[in-house]
């Protein structure tokens, strides 16, 4: 199994630019999520999914959209990138049974200027 | 909303010189806290899950502990090795967001 998987590994973005962050997994698990990491302000949560074709926002949604058309797939899109969007995003999986610990993936690293 | 607030935020030890880290929560109704360990440049590796007060669990030279309010990271004898950023979350009500602590950065001094 690859497990998480995220591309690309770095990107660089001039303000008003689209793009969008692929993040894919192979255990069959039903709950995926987009975190972003910032210094100093911790793991926040992005948008999450339930199971295909189910999204809900988190705690920092704005400016970003999700779709979740496979249980493999869960991209992330920036319509509009903004300098404030600049941090390293982490898509996470999980099964859904309540409580379960989430898998992480490698990372984006995205620089907005 | 749930809290998480880990301490200190920093720590510097001398290999084998035992300590602990501290994660302060509130939730309601907690479903589950965990602990992670990041290293630099990657994705956050899950250690344990703890469910209610009381409970224990341990791994190598980490062992976790939950009462109502916080949990600790006791690590014994660390490594080098063990150096790393460690971070907390929890999990409250009925969904499955986490929250996260801004985590403990941990360096263990040869």
């Known amino acids: 199994n690859a497990g998480v998987t995220q591309t690309p590994k770095f990107q660089v973005l001039k303000t008003g630019q689209s793009m969008t962050l692929q993040c894919a997994q192979d255990m069959n698990h039903e709950y995926m999520s987009w975190y972003r990491q910032d210094p100093g302000m911790g793991l926040r949560l992005i948008h999450y999914s339930v199971g295909a074709g189910i999204t809900d926002q988190g705690e920092v949604p704005n400016g970003y959209n999700v779709s979740r058309s496979t249980t493999e797939d869960f991209p992330l899109r920036l319509l509009s990138a903004a300098p404030s969007q600049t941090s390293v995003y982490f898509c996470?999986?999980?099964?859904?049974?309540?409580?379960?610990?989430?898998?992480f993936g490698p990372g984006t690293r995205l620089t907005v200027t | 909303e749930d809290q998480v607030t880990q301490s200190p935020e920093a720590l510097r030890l001398q290999e084998g010189e035992s300590s602990s880290l501290n994660c302060s929560y509130t939730?309601?109704?907690?479903?589950?806290l965990f602990w992670y360990r990041q290293d630099p440049g990657k994705g956050p590796e899950f250690l344990f899950t703890l469910y209610s007060a009381g409970e224990e669990k341990e791994k190598e030279r980490l062992k976790a502990t939950l009462t109502k309010k916080e949990s600790f990271l006791h690590i014994t004898a660390p490594k080098p090795e063990d150096s790393a950023t460690y971070l907390c979350a929890v999990q409250g009500g009925s969904n499955y967001k986490l929250t996260f602590g801004k985590g403990t950065l941990l360096t263990v001094n040869p």
């Open positions: 996470a999986s999980s099964y859904p049974t309540g409580i379960e610990e989430q898998y």
């Open positions: 939730v309601s109704g907690l479903r589950g």
